[in-house]
């Protein structure tokens, strides 16, 4: 428990409307701060700036660009950058967190323009590219402000290390563990089960993946059934398969969070055919929580989050034929089915913003020892004088 | 003309780089010495556990001698000898909670329950002690740095190696 209320300053690089795992993150760990007593002020883009809650201040509109394989709705330019140090300059912080500083947004800025305490947030898990060596010389002098660095998993921190050549300290994202541990056992969702959570019109969240796999897994099981739920329009994605398969499709739409634990609890397998793009997992570790037994495809975010098949079963990514095998041999083992979903409730206690909130304060903690506070970077402020501003 | 004045930009440009390279640097220093007073601030804390535990119910009088001894040492070490103290303090402690076995007082749970606890901070602190150090040492190796000792008269920064496992 803290003794001193500290004043926080988090910069969140992807718009504020758009649902994300980052945005959620953010948001939960912010609320959860300020329930702690800490004054906290969240910087990020939004479109919307009159349904932002009050802890969040806007930077501005975001724009979408293309990055690591999918669109990024972030915001830079002077315009932005003015906006961060006026927001710097106001708030006088005794921390400032920086969610995603290595991508071009807001984070970036800020870790730029600030100088004092500050933690940044690794989320992003990807392969080495041939662009990193050009970025990195601009990247090293930036990211080497922050006093101390997390990484959302082992494969975040994997990629921390080689594209900047840094180490992190592992914190994973948080979940409320609590609400999905005592779901009840829902008979509409139970029996051979399949359960799918997400915006499955989206083509990386491989929904593909799991109907390629259906014939097989028919053909051992007759009476598999797949319960879909999550926002999207399920005539578009009904369109694209087989009409013979229709009938052991059921769209629950979006579902509570009370729903979602019963869910979770009464499927007889939760499955995750992901195809990438994903830089946690954060519906996994829910899944975890609530009691579910996971086939995940082996993309590194969830790879890691599942300690490499120890607290789930993972299929190679994108072949529905490792799958379909998966799922008939899990089916079949109702005992391997319950010791592997009980191994991961237990581990997904891990995750609750309980344990999550306060690894992140000790960061904050570690990073604040020095007693100074969060100010304009000096040279930005030699620059400003040269100007005549301020 | 125009030859003086590719001159004077670039003479421009590169002092421009200096001073951004010095604050860079003065920057790091001071990330370490950050870095090192939160460790040392910690280590300090371990220590002192160290010898409550050794005048606590846990320790039989042998162990209590060892602890007591490893936590003064520890205390006492100057920088460059720290982690060795330290590791072996940690060795110290290792011994007694593995072979102890009175270990029922409310006290002496508190006691462990805090020795846990701050072993997983200290764990934290010399991942960010460590990687200071050598993003540090990295910057002050770059051939225009030591040119022009923009280092000046700041220590070297020593890294602190630490048996991570017998934490």
Request: glycine share 8%; with cysteine; proline share 4%.
């Amino acid at each position: 428990m803290p003794l001193s209320k500290k004043r926080i300053g988090i910069v969140c690089p992807y718009g504020w409307d758009t649902p994300g795992g980052v945005q959620s993150h953010v948001g939960d760990l912010a609320e959860y701060l300020i329930r702690q007593g800490h004054y906290v002020s969240v910087l990020a883009p939004a479109i919307d700036e009159e349904s932002l809650p009050d802890y969040v201040t806007s930077a501005g509109r975001p724009i979408s660009i293309p990055y690591n394989g999918a669109v990024a709705r972030v915001l830079f330019g002077p315009i932005a950058f003015s906006r961060v140090r006026q927001w710097i300059n106001n708030g006088s912080f005794d921390v400032l967190h920086l969610h995603e500083p290595a991508i071009p947004s807001i984070s970036l800025l800020a870790c730029w323009a600030a100088e004092g305490p500050m933690v940044g947030t690794f989320h992003a898990a990807a392969k080495r590219q041939k662009v990193t060596f050009a970025v990195a010389p601009i990247l090293e002098p930036v990211i080497e402000k922050l006093s101390a660095r997390i990484a959302v998993s082992e494969a975040a921190r994997e990629t921390l290390t080689e594209h900047l050549e840094t180490d992190a300290i592992v914190v994973p994202n948080g979940i409320y563990a609590r609400r999905y541990r005592d779901g009840v056992v829902d008979s509409r969702w139970s029996g051979n089960t399949l359960g799918f959570i997400g915006r499955f019109e989206e083509k990386r969240k491989g929904l593909e993946v799991l109907v390629a796999a259906l014939p097989k897994i028919i053909a051992e099981y007759p009476d598999v059934h797949i319960f879909i739920a999550g926002p999207g329009d399920s005539q578009e994605v009904l369109k694209e398969i087989d009409s013979n398969l229709h009938p052991r499709f059921t769209f629950l739409g979006r579902i509570s969070e009370e729903e979602k634990a019963n869910f979770l609890t009464s499927i007889a397998l939760y499955i995750a055919p992901n195809t990438g793009g994903e830089s946690f997992g954060i519906i996994l570790a829910e899944a975890l929580a609530g009691g579910a037994s996971v086939i995940a495809s082996d993309i590194p975010a969830f790879d890691s989050l599942l300690g490499h098949g120890k607290y789930g079963t993972l299929f190679e990514s994108e072949n529905s034929a490792d799958l379909s095998s998966k799922v008939i041999e899990l089916l079949g083992d109702e005992n391997k089915r319950r010791s592997i979903a009980q191994e991961g409730k237990r581990y997904a206690q891990e995750f609750d913003w309980d344990v999550v909130a306060e690894k992140i304060y000790d960061v904050y903690e570690m990073a604040m020892v020095g007693g100074s506070t969060v100010t304009l970077s000096s040279e930005n402020r030699a620059w400003n004088k040269f100007l005549g501003r301020q | 003309m125009s030859k003086y004045l590719f001159a004077v930009l670039l003479i421009a440009i590169m002092a421009w780089y200096l001073s951004f390279s010095a604050t860079r640097l003065d920057r790091l220093h001071h990330r370490v010495e950050t870095s090192w007073a939160n460790l040392d601030g910690l280590l300090q804390r371990r220590a002192a556990i160290a010898i409550e535990i050794a005048r606590s119910e846990i320790s039989d009088p042998a162990s209590s001698l060892l602890l007591t001894f490893a936590a003064h040492q520890a205390r006492e070490a100057s920088i460059r000898d720290r982690s060795q103290a330290e590791t072996g303090l940690t060795g110290a402690l290792g011994i007694l909670i593995e072979t102890s076995t009175s270990i029922d007082g409310a006290i002496e749970q508190d006691l462990l329950r805090e020795l846990k606890e701050l072993t997983e901070k200290i764990k934290m602190a010399i991942a960010i002690h460590v990687d200071a150090v050598t993003r540090t040492q990295l910057v002050r190796k770059k051939w225009f740095i030591r040119l022009f000792r923009l280092a000046g008269t700041a220590p070297e920064p020593v890294t602190y190696e630490f048996e991570g496992d017998v934490l």
